[in-house]
């Protein structure tokens, strides 16, 4: 079992940054992938980015690419999501999960909206 704790969201104006977190405790942490996802109001569940049990290798959404940087510090057991350039449109419900090759973990999400 891993529980998983999202914080770090709120309220940013367009072109503003947060950086999310996402603490697990449980089981060890290093053996799973973690990932960011977003629902936005009215809209299904999407993957933001995709980080690796050692954090070699790191994937994006299309339209968070050079935007959003995915990272984790296994000793801390924390996974982060830098969010840069926040547009209205990133505003949604942040969920982190955690995956290995038999189960699937999930945080209770953390709020992001951006507005002015």
């Known amino acids: 079992q891993v529980q998983l704790v999202e914080s770090g969201g709120g309220l940013v104006q367009p072109g503003g940054s947060l950086r999310l977190s996402c603490t697990a405790s449980?089981?060890?942490?290093?053996?799973?992938?973690m990932s960011w996802y977003r629902r936005a109001p009215g809209k299904e569940r999407d993957l933001v980015a995709t980080?690796?049990?050692?954090?070699?290798?790191?994937n994006y959404a299309d339209s968070m690419k050079g935007r959003f940087t995915i990272s984790r510090d296994n000793f801390k057991n924390t996974v982060y999501l830098q969010m840069n350039s926040l547009k209205p449109e990133d505003t949604a419900v942040y969920y982190c999960?955690?995956?290995?090759?038999?189960?699937?973990?999930w945080g209770q999400g953390t709020q992001v909206i951006v507005s002015s």
């Open positions: 999960n955690a995956q290995n090759y038999q189960f699937s973990y």
């Open positions: 449980g089981s060890s942490f290093s053996a799973y992938a």
């Open positions: 980080i690796t049990r050692a954090g070699g290798t790191t």
